[in-house]
């Protein structure tokens, strides 16, 4: 009789005894794998727990990423099969194809093999990370849409229709649109975008990849693969496939170039069908230290002492897509400590964090950011994160929970800091809270920064330095860089970095703020105590070589610079 998964892990000395019972606890409440609890727990790892399973289902283990894959054996292996059923010839063994996949119990998956193949297969067991690993790199799923569908997109003649399914259902199941929506996904993943917009129109399904903040065109897939194409989203979002007259949302997990990928999806009914964006969560790029986030080193050392005080409310605004959940995500990042507890409220929960208790808000059954603020309170917190303020009586109950030795973080939709008081008083919080219980609000936006590799240095013209408020003297031997643009970049620029102001409450501010003073005063006064505004970090950034002057205008605007 084959031993145990968990002796196994035992006698290879991969997990104790008491990793065990932990891993059985949280299989009993989680009604998952032995194994899948060990690796959530971070107690075993994904490969020690493959290896396991192997020993205890006596078969080989398929280590993909020792040596490369000889041509002749994915040859043997048509690239919709492959890629339909998740698995990588590994070797040839008498007249046997010896077959990589993930699951040991998978035989549906072998017998199905074994009818299209023609011959005799042989499974082993490999890690999902290295069978997705694999099959990005023998089957190439970065191609375009004609290698994708088997030959000109705009004639493809794609049979669709098998098992059960009628209509766009049958179609979102074939091997063509699941490798499509695959490479739409893998592709957007290589350009660094954040989101994917598959945008129905009249004569053509337009797909376009938002990079650095700027929506890009790209190649289109033919109009009559609208309907499979979303079809297909649906059932990997798990949404209502007949269900096509009211917005949906859904989410997708999913593995790619060995990185676990969330995507949120929203599907909206437009004239021309069902428009749908896709926002990538990618956990190693979502997690960040503060360090990273473009903090001047002066606001950088205010904001790490700020975030550090016992209680009050700290706020950071802007639109949306300027990066205000990532800086608090860094702040929790900071303070997460053994001996610290911190609940959040979401919508949604966009990363999870090991250490912190996460809730999500689920509006069908009446759980707002409200009713999860008030029982956070019987919780015992030190820290609280809501993910964002919009009324009144979220607004209220973070301000008491401020007032009684809680440190609140949460977010509020305004042009800038010092409108972040004033939005607070119109929500109908009484202007002596606010003061009392409000320490600090920063407002930011995302810039995107030249590429290192092709930026240039140029001499801008006097009428570009007044519109951003410089003169040439201002410049000193600062160099200002254009973008030039290569194989590297997105039209001269790489990635993103905030600018921020940081406004911190001091006794003058405060007794403006419970005199409901107007915006401008406030903005003014908090200056004149040394705030640096965004225009002004911006400029910063600017000199230091990192960003361009039609950057900052179109982010910041001109008539920002007036004064």
């Known amino acids: ?16 005894e008491e990793g065990i019972q932990k891993g059985l606890e949280y299989q009993n409440a989680n009604s998952c794998k032995l194994g899948d609890a060990l690796v959530r727990l971070g107690i075993c ?10 020993l205890h289902f006596q078969m080989p283990f398929a280590n993909l990423s020792k040596h490369a894959i000889p041509q002749e054996l994915i040859d043997m292996v048509p690239k919709d099969v492959a890629l339909e059923h998740k698995i990588v010839p590994v070797a040839k063994k008498g007249r046997s194809l010896v077959i990589a996949l993930s699951d040991p119990l998978d035989f549906f998956t072998m017998d199905n093999l074994r009818f299209i193949l023609s011959t005799e297969v042989e499974p082993a067991l490999a890690t999902p990370a290295a069978v997705d690993e694999a099959l990005d790199e023998y089957y190439r799923l970065t191609g375009g849409y004609d290698s994708v569908l088997g030959g000109d997109a705009a004639e493809a003649d794609v049979e669709f229709g098998r098992g059960d399914y009628s209509g766009d259902d049958a ?14 996904i893998a592709n957007a993943l290589k350009e660094r975008a954040s989101d994917i917009h598959i945008e129905p129109m009249e004569k ?7 990079v650095d903040g700027i929506l890009h065109i790209k190649d289109s897939p033919p109009k009559k693969l609208q309907g499979p194409v979303i079809s297909r989203i649906k059932i990997m979002s798990q949404m209502d496939m007949a269900e096509k ?10 593995r790619l170039h060995g990185r676990e990928i969330d995507l949120r999806v929203s599907i909206l009914p437009s004239v021309h069908g069902e428009s749908v964006v896709m926002r990538i969560l990618d956990k190693e790029k979502g997690l960040v230290d503060l360090e990273v986030l473009g903090f001047h080193e002066s606001d950088l050392d205010r904001f790490n002492r700020i975030i550090k005080r016992p209680n009050g409310i700290f706020l950071v605004t802007g639109p949306t897509g300027s990066g205000k959940t990532t800086t608090l995500y860094a702040a929790l990042k900071t303070l997460n400590q053994p001996n610290v507890k911190i609940i959040t409220a979401e919508n949604p929960i966009e990363y999870n ?40 009586e979220t607004a209220d109950i973070a301000v008491q929970a401020a007032l009684t030795g809680h440190l609140v973080f949460s977010t509020l939709h305004t042009n800038d800091a010092p409108s972040a008081l004033t939005r607070l008083i119109d929500m109908g919080v009484k202007p002596f809270l606010v003061a009392s219980a409000v320490m600090a609000i920063m407002g930011q936006r995302l810039l995107r920064t030249l590429c290192s590799n092709c930026k240039e240095p140029y001499d801008p013209t006097d009428t570009e330095l007044r519109q951003i408020g410089l003169t040439r003297g201002d410049l000193g031997e600062s160099n200002v860089c254009r973008p030039v643009g290569c194989n590297q970049c997105s039209e001269g620029y790489f990635g993103r970095r905030g600018i921020y102001e940081l406004l911190e409450m001091s006794g003058d501010l405060r007794e403006l703020t419970f005199n409901k003073t107007p915006t401008k005063d406030i903005r003014t006064k908090a200056i004149n105590e040394g705030m640096v505004t965004l225009q002004q970090d911006a400029v910063r950034k600017l000199l230091a070589g990192q960003t361009t002057i039609e950057e900052i205008l179109r982010v910041t605007h001109s008539s920002e610079f007036a004064n």
């Open 1 to 16: 009789m084959s031993k145990s998964i968990g002796q196994i892990l035992k006698e290879k000395g991969w997990v104790t």
């Open 45 to 54: 790892s994904q490969e020690q727990v493959t290896r396991s399973l192997a």
């Open 171 to 184: 179609e979102a199941n074939d091997a063509p649109v699941i490798k499509l929506v695959h490479m739409l």
């Open 204 to 210: 053509e399904l337009q797909v376009r990849y938002r």
């Open 245 to 254: 007259r009211r917005p949906q949302d859904g989410r997708i997990k999913l």
């Open 353 to 392: 964090i090991t250490g912190i208790n996460q809730s999500e808000v689920r509006h069908g059954i009446g759980l707002d950011f409200s009713r999860i603020l008030r029982a956070m309170m019987r919780q015992a917190p030190n820290i609280i994160l809501v993910g964002e303020i919009r009324d009144r």
